[in-house]
């Protein structure tokens, strides 16, 4: 997929960490940073950086096909519920043995390739999640 790589540079505060609104009238977060509380309309709000660890809520695998290729490759799409409370969708990367995925399962995020525009083109970087296992091996 190409980017504009205006509004990539725009937006990358959103692309390389976790911003959280957290409402200071009746204390809810939420996903993503939004100038007012989407649970009670206040204003009063502040954006706070997740830590990026959390559980997998659920998930789904699709499969693609890599140009020229006629193999098929898993790409795994999950919620997760970060530590501070709030979900997120994001693709869930080095899944050694994709039987290995269940909800509940520790992930932690961690910065990897999104795109790039073409083999000697920019590459585009952005937030993905991996099981915290892979972390402590
Ligand atoms: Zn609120």
């Known amino acids: 997929m190409k980017h504009s790589i205006s509004i990539f ?8 960490k976790l911003l959280i609104t957290k409402c200071r009238n009746c204390g809810k977060s939420s996903y993503p940073k939004l100038k007012r509380c989407p649970y009670c309309g206040s204003t009063n709000v502040e954006v706070v950086e997740s830590k990026g660890r959390g559980t997998l809520v659920n998930y789904t695998i699709t499969y693609f096909r890599v140009d020229g290729s006629e193999a098929m490759l898993p790409k795994v799409i999950g919620l997760v519920k970060l530590d501070e409370g709030v979900k997120v969708p994001a693709e869930i990367v080095d899944v050694p043995d994709l039987s ?7 992930v932690e995020a961690v910065l990897r390739k999104y795109s790039s525009d ?18 402590k091996q």
């Open 118 to 135: 073409d083999p000697h083109g920019l590459i585009y970087y952005g937030l993905k999640f991996i099981p915290s296992i892979i972390k």
């Open 9 to 16: 540079w725009r937006d990358r505060e959103n692309h390389y």
């Open 100 to 106: 290995s995925l269940k909800p509940g399962l520790e």
